[in-house]
């Protein structure tokens, strides 16, 4: 079997690495991935512009029995819809469907119509409309631009004049252009966050290990938002009373309905929840793809073949499929480039990449470019070490002796990514899926 993977980051690696590991897998072409997966046994790069869809297709038909799709832009341009026009196998959902996370108001109008948990909101193309919702609903807030803004559309505003300089931006500045014509503004929750990742063929199922982003850039969950600087699987907050009410209120429903809508969902359903202090689960937003950090420990804890839960989905079969996890917990940390999440200076070397990763652990690379052999970074989230572990403890501790070998000037990344776990442990209450 010929897989090709459309992206260029470490989700793009890891699933890569992983759909490598099947030896009825002859190869795995990544467009236009990275130095990573240009390094990978068995993977190739190919220069594909992946938005452009007549290019994917044409490729696809002559060169790969499977597609997999990374990221959102083509998911919500319709890359499924075209492969699946052109009569080829691919994985994703479709642009109808990928509606859930290319625009929040969608995903809020369809979460209230089905009755699926999540913060109360309004949305807004009018400024004043907006500013005067404001006026009745006190920070903290939070304001969403509608459409997808490379994961910065997202401004959680802990005073009004935050919420208000947010409106102002997106619909008075048009800051983030057609993606910000339309404003959500939601109610703030609070409690704490986990990922929770399913495979869908339309009509079942098949979870993911829960896993744990860490969205801020600096330790303690402080400092600016990015797009994850690093996370851990299993998620001790999703015990299996909290899996099985994220099942109930949330993936079961959310599938249901698509499927009744006419436009079945296939393909990753990233559900990022909040779950509060009683246990229950609300949506802070959907993805309709795996999650980026996320996809690192959570394909290290994965012992079942991927391309056989892939073809299994396509199938529409997965009711017959069964992941297989590690009992062991892993973790990933990001390193991230000088600057990040805010501009970045580019082209630093990278020192340490030579060096095997080693038993237990991998490094994922992402924003890197080879010059010549030379590893430089090439973009904001640089690679991710990922190691298995005994327990969030072991992992973050063999994750971090690796990422000690690695030196780029200026770089950063966290040390205490798994906080939350380890407090859970401390207090005695283990980890499940
Ligand atoms: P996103 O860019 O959609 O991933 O959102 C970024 C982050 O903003 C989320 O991971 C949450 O930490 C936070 N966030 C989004 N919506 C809410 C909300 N309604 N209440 C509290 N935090 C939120
Ligand atoms: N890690 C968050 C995301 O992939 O959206």
Known sequence: ??????????????LAWKCAQDHQVSEVMVAPGNAGTAREPRCRNVALDILDQ????????????????????????????ALRAAGLAAFGPTAACARLEGSKSFAKDFMQKHGIPTAAYASFTQRDEALAYLDSHPAPIVIKADGLAAGKGVIVAMSDSE?????????GHQVFGAAGARVVIEDFLQGEEASFICMVDGEHVLAMASSQDHKRVGEGDLGANTGGMGAYSPAPVVTPAVHERIMDRIINPTVSAMRAAGTPY?????????????GDPYVIEFNCRFGDPETQPVMMRL???????????????????????????AL??????????????????????????PAGCKTFLAGVKDEHGRLL???GRVLCVTALGHDVRAARAAALARMSQLHAAGSH?????????????????????
């Open 303 to 329: 012992e079942s073949s991927l391309p056989e839960l892939l073809q299994l989905a396509i199938d529409g079969r997965l009711d017959q499929a069964q992941a297989l996890w590690s009992e062991q917990a």
């Open 332 to 357: 990933g940390i990001v390193l991230a480039a000088p600057g990040y999440p805010g501009p970045i200076s580019e082209g630093g070397l990278i020192e340490g990449l030579d060096l095997a990763d």
């Open 54 to 81: 007549e290019a994917v297709v044409a490729f696809a038909r002559r060169h790969a029995d499977l597609t997999l799709v990374g990221p959102e832009a083509p998911l919500v341009h319709g890359v499924i819809d």
């Open 266 to 278: 296939t393909g990753f359903l990233y559900a990022g929840v909040m779950i509060d202090a009683q």
């Open 377 to 379: 970074i090439g973009g």
């Open 1 to 14: 079997m010929r897989i090709l993977i459309l992206g260029s980051g470490g989700r793009e690696h890891a």
């Open 163 to 171: 919420a208000r300089a947010a409106v102002e931006d997106i619909l």
């Open 413 to 433: 990344f966290r040390r205490d990514i798994g906080a939350r776990a380890l407090a859970r442990e401390a207090a005695g209450s283990g980890p499940t899926d």
